[in-house]
T-cell receptor, first 108, second 114 residues
Framework: TQLLEQSPQFLSIQEGENLTVYCNSS?????LQWYRQEPGEGPVLLVTVVTGGEVKKLKRLTFQFGDARKDSSLHITAAQPGDTGLYLCAGLYDKVIFGPGTSLSVIP | DADVTQTPRNRITKTGKRIMLECSQT?????MYWYRQDPGLGLQLIYY???????NKGEISDGYSVSRQAQAKFSLSLESAIPNQTALYFC?????????????FGPGTRLTVL
């Protein structure tokens, strides 16, 4: 069974701080995605990473795929209240598998 | 208009009742999914369908059934609801050619079983 772990489970920070959340697995994935889910809505894709060692940037968000394609990180620079939400990583094996998520709260 | 719609958005029911959740999509995708979300557990796959004639069980299919009425419609049924099926349910679609099998989610149905 392929499992994805995410850490931390909860994170509460002040506006302007930097943060990193992690996604780890014992399995190698074909690709890995990060989604953000806001209260009352379904998850929305932020990024897909495919190549080991790949780094992608989306404004203040930086995503990295581990060299062995078993782990990933999401770094947010100068967090804003609009970044508040549940961040889910999802790995593609024979089908998509979701991690449990990191719940981020950015306090103004 | 939303690409993936779910009805109802909220439902309260009693133990033993039969419940149907419906999902429609206008994205033209062949693949459709039903997920359950519980706090701290992420999204667990209940059933998925890669085309109208293809239905597959996911991780937690016990107590659930599905019907793929058309390419655009995929419904989830709870034949006899029980309280531990109280959860947030999401429908999703994906296109076979998209990198990473990107999932496009509906807004969710909050189900409470008393």
């Amino acid at each position: 069974t392929q499992l994805l772990e995410q850490s931390p489970q909860f994170l509460s920070i002040q506006e302007g701080e930097n943060l990193t959340v992690y996604c780890n697995s014992s399995s190698v994935f074909s690709s890995l995605q990060w989604y953000r889910q806001e209260p009352g809505e379904g998850p929305v894709l932020l990024v897909t990473v495919v190549t080991g060692g790949e780094v992608k940037k989306l404004k203040r968000l930086t995503f990295q795929f581990g060299d062995a394609r078993k782990d990933s990180s999401l770094h947010i620079t100068a967090a804003q209240p609009g970044d508040t939400g549940l961040y889910l990583c999802a790995g593609l094996y024979d089908k998509v598998i979701f991690g449990p998520g990191t719940s981020l709260s950015v306090i103004p | 208009d939303a690409d993936v719609t779910q009805t109802p958005r909220n439902r309260i029911t009693k133990t033993g009742k039969r419940i149907m959740l419906e999902c429609s999509q206008t994205k033209g995708h062949d693949r459709m999914y039903w997920y359950r979300q519980d706090p701290g557990l992420g999204l667990q796959l209940i059933y998925y369908s890669f085309d109208v004639k293809d239905i597959n069980k996911g991780e937690i299919s016990d107590g659930y059934s599905v019907s793929r009425q058309a390419q655009a419609k995929f419904s989830l049924s709870l034949e006899s609801a029980i309280p531990n099926q109280t959860a947030l349910y999401f429908c999703a679609t994906s296109g076979a050619q998209e990198v990473g099998d990107t999932q496009y989610f509906g807004p969710g149905t909050r189900l409470t079983v008393l």
